[in-house]
């Protein structure tokens, strides 16, 4: 069940949000967390009923060892590397196995039948979301938790999906705070235009941009200069505003249920350097990241040459997690090498123009993205190589109508380069916002239903990982 479809819009939130109100008047706290629990299960196994067992296992065993972190004596390195390494485990059975096979094939020339398992939805989020967990219950950064409460924390659904990457003491404190306090107009309100941006820019952007990205990437046809480009930078925008989309309706549905989920998206087009660009997108994967792999390989505190290998190997790993191909691999191992040379730029004191420093950081993530979405390194090269050629290629107007294009891609550049972002606009220190916002969030959210039930709606990209 997709936020962008009309069973979700129409029905599954609509039941929740009477539920939470009859909840909320309960004086017994521990049944609005039970509903919510269960409509988040529900709303997971929607997609396939057996990555239910999968995830519910996955929550039992690691409540489990957090309990046993959370007795002094039992608070040992030994159970926590047990946690970790069955939490990788079970990431590494259901989405590198087949990928591990196949690499064996073909370096050994042998021929293990491929297990063709099919990848559980958000296996790839609540397994770095309970490794983090796992990690502070043994620094005893938490104390203790009952299992209602983390069965919630990891699958309250708005975040469950795709992000953002929650962590403990930013939910656990909000769940009780919402639950006992009275109803948050200003948290609705916000989270409900927000909700609305979201579903804008995914169902009338992002997916329009898709048509031109797909029938580029997934062809065999030759790509000439101009539709090489096209290709590349429709990807480059149809990502941006799915995945920017995708996150302001995670957290808008946070709001309307009075939880305030973190921020996991901000203007990264606008970055000035590479390490700039990772501040901004994907946020709390970038945080994740840099507190549980970056910081505990030395980060920055060691040799110089030490720094280097450990910003190259936490994107090299970054570009492993979002998938078992050697594509992601390529495409974690460029930007942790840019990131070593904008390290080094930076230690010589180098500087250039805002205007240039914004264009070269763009320009580099959209050749990256190239690496991202090509299904093999062949046709990754074919579109990389038309880029810088003048070949020809088949008609883009076989496709879309051109003028229609031009119109989408400066629309695109307007919201990308010279608008407020999301968040910006509804967390400006206003309590409430304009009654204009309010009645274009309801415009918008009619318009995308009327254009879903003529139109098939397109999975968020995050999903796949």
């Known amino acids: 069940m ?6 979700f819009i129409l029905l599954f939130l609509p039941v929740c949000l009477v539920a939470f109100a009859f909840f909320k008047k309960s004086p017994n706290r521990n049944g609005l967390k039970l509903f919510l629990l269960l409509a988040s299960l529900f709303f997971y196994s929607v997609w396939k009923f057996e990555y239910l067992f999968i995830i519910l296992s996955s929550i039992i065993i690691n409540y489990f060892l957090a309990q046993k972190l959370f007795q002094q004596e039992a608070k040992s390195k030994i159970l926590l590397i047990f946690g970790i390494t069955f939490n990788l485990l079970l990431l590494a059975i259901f989405k ?8 064996i094939n073909y370096i050994f020339n042998t021929n293990i039948p491929l297990l063709r398992i099919v990848l559980p939805l ?19 950064l938490v104390k203790s938790i009952n299992f209602l409460n983390y069965a919630l924390f990891v699958t309250f659904f708005p975040q469950l999906i795709a992000g953002p990457i929650v962590h403990h003491k930013e939910m656990m404190p909000q769940f009780d705070l919402a639950l006992d306090s009275k109803q948050r107009f200003d948290f609705q ?21 898709a048509v031109v990205a797909n029938s580029g990437f997934d062809g065999t046809l030759p790509l000439n200069f101009s539709e090489s480009w096209m290709t590349s930078l429709s990807y480059t925008f149809q990502l941006y505003f799915d995945f920017s989309g995708y996150s302001d309706m995670a957290i808008g549905l946070g709001l309307i249920f009075g939880i305030k989920l973190p921020q996991n998206f901000h203007s990264p087009y606008k970055a000035v350097s590479i390490q700039d660009f990772w501040r901004r997108w994907h946020m709390t994967l970038s945080q994740f990241l840099r507190d549980y792999l970056y910081i505990p390989l030395g980060g920055s505190r060691c040799s110089e040459i030490r720094v280097y290998r450990n910003l190259f190997l936490t994107f090299f790993l970054g570009g492993l997690w979002h998938g ?12 942790g090498t840019a990131l070593i040379i904008h390290r080094v730029w930076q230690k010589q004191g180098l500087k250039m123009p805002k205007f240039l420093a914004i264009l070269m950081t763009f320009m580099f993530a959209n050749i990256c993205w190239v690496f991202f979405r090509a299904t093999n390194l062949d046709r990754c090269k074919e579109i990389l190589l038309s880029m810088i050629s003048f070949e020809g290629g088949f008609k883009i107007e ?6 229609d294009y031009a119109n989408y891609f400066l629309i695109s550049i307007i919201m990308i380069w010279f608008s407020k972002n999301s968040f910006e ?22 318009l995308t239903l009327l254009k879903l039930f003529r139109t098939n709606n397109v999975e968020f990209i995050y999903f796949n990982f």
Not at 124 to 132: D, N, R, V
Not at 324 to 335: D, R, Y
Not at 398 to 403: E, G, Q, R, Y
């Open 2 to 7: 997709l936020f962008s479809s009309y069973q």
């Open 96 to 103: 590198y196995l087949d990928f591990t096979i196949f690499n």
């Open 122 to 140: 958000a296996i790839s989020f609540f397994t770095f979301q309970q490794i983090a967990f796992l990690v502070d219950a043994y620094k005893g």
């Open 189 to 209: 309100e916000k989270g409900l235009f927000l909700f609305a941006i979201g579903l804008f820019k995914k169902i009338f952007i992002a997916d329009y941009f």
């Open 324 to 335: 078992a191909s050697w594509m992601f691999i390529i495409w974690g191992s460029l930007h």
């Open 398 to 403: 076989n496709i879309i109508n051109p003028s």
């Open 425 to 446: 606009i509804i967390f400006d220190g206003k309590d409430h916002l304009k009654t204009k916002h309010f009645l274009l969030s309801g415009l918008i959210i009619l």
